[in-house]
């Protein structure tokens, strides 16, 4: 790997978050969490994948394995903020897919897309044990339930106004 890929900082930001870590490759879920909280767009890249497999020892296909397993782990750029819609059994039968709808057409995007301001993604999630509050969706760690579609609309304006933590 060349070290030109890297600018200095992200290299010694990298080692840093290794050295805490105890340059452990059992804590590789840990380290990744880290390494994509170190960019504003919430991904891991390429080139800090193969840089923590070189540092770690281990196959970059075992870096990629972890990424691609965990959903809050990412290899693609994401927004600002995360909305995952719900798409388990008990969101089905609640109704999910006009809380897709409602979602899609407020951000003008669809699933697996950033708005074009970056503020925020949309995806699919498998059940994040809500089902009591179905139809549901999770932005960050904060989960939204018995939603309609006027909810989900004014949740996402508020955190487009900066006004979210009140809800």
């Not at 390429?46 to 196959?59: D, T, V």
């Amino acid at each position: 790997m060349s070290k030109s890929l890297l600018d200095v900082n992200q290299y010694e930001e990298i080692d840093k978050i290794l050295k805490k870590h105890d340059m452990n490759k059992h804590n590789l879920v840990g380290i990744l969490a880290d390494v994509q909280d170190l960019s504003p767009e919430h991904y891991i890249t390429k080139e800090q994948a193969e840089y923590i497999s070189e540092r770690l020892g281990i196959f970059l296909s075992n870096v990629y394995d972890t990424i691609t397993f965990y959903s809050a782990l990412s290899d693609k750029p994401k927004g600002k903020y995360v909305i995952q819609v719900c798409n388990g059994p008990c969101c089905k039968v609640m109704k999910y897919e006009k809380i897709k709808d409602a979602i899609e057409k407020e951000l003008k995007t669809g699933i697996g897309e950033i708005t074009h301001d970056g503020m925020f993604s949309f995806e699919y999630s498998s059940c994040f044990g809500a089902c009591e509050i179905s139809p549901a969706i999770r932005i960050g760690e904060k989960i939204y339930g018995n939603l309609d579609e006027k909810k989900v609309v004014e949740i996402i304006r508020n955190y487009r106004g900066g006004t979210w933590e009140n809800l």
